[in-house]
């Protein structure tokens, strides 16, 4: 899967260009997010082009945020459909990752928090 990786100050900002988050393509998915944190552990994963999102999905979504709080950091959702919201909210992913309108906003409260 190809994922657009952009750096906003100190956090990695990873755009998924697919339509769908699945078991075709959650494992790179993943593996290019991991790469990309090699210094880094505050990490946006902007949701703008997910219509779809399915367990290993969001499987790979918590390999993430696990990656990241290994070094102390965090992770946050952003510019997520109501459809794959809804999905997000039933597994519960919304407790423990936080889930903000705009990427601005997740950018802003890693800065707010720090």
Same mark, same amino acid.
């Given at each position: 899967?190809?994922?657009?990786?952009?750096?906003?100050?100190?956090?990695?900002?990873?755009?998924?260009?697919?339509?769908? $988050?699945?078991?075709?393509?959650?494992?790179?998915?993943?593996?290019?997010?991991?790469?990309?944190?090699?210094?880094?552990?505050?990490? @946006?994963?902007?949701?703008?082009? &997910?219509?779809? &999102?399915?367990?290993?999905?969001?499987?790979?979504?918590?390999?993430?945020?696990?990656?990241?709080?290994?070094?102390?950091?965090?992770?946050? $959702?952003?510019?997520?459909?109501?459809? @794959?919201?809804?999905? $997000?909210?039933?597994?519960? $992913?919304?407790?423990?990752?936080?889930?903000?309108?705009?990427?601005?906003?997740?950018?802003?409260?890693?800065?707010? @928090?720090?």
């Amino acid at each position: 899967m190809d994922v657009l990786i952009e750096q906003d100050g100190d956090v990695i900002v990873a755009t998924p260009i697919a339509k769908h $988050l699945d078991l075709s393509n959650s494992e790179s998915f993943r593996d290019e997010i991991v790469a990309a944190l090699a210094n880094h552990h505050k990490l @946006v994963i902007d949701m703008q082009n &997910i219509d779809f &999102i399915d367990s290993r999905g969001c499987g790979a979504i918590i390999s993430c945020l696990k990656h990241v709080a290994a070094a102390g950091g965090d992770l946050k $959702l952003c510019d997520v459909k109501p459809r @794959v919201r809804t999905i $997000l909210e039933l597994i519960r $992913l919304h407790r423990i990752c936080e889930i903000l309108k705009t990427r601005d906003q997740a950018v802003f409260r890693f800065e707010s @928090v720090t």
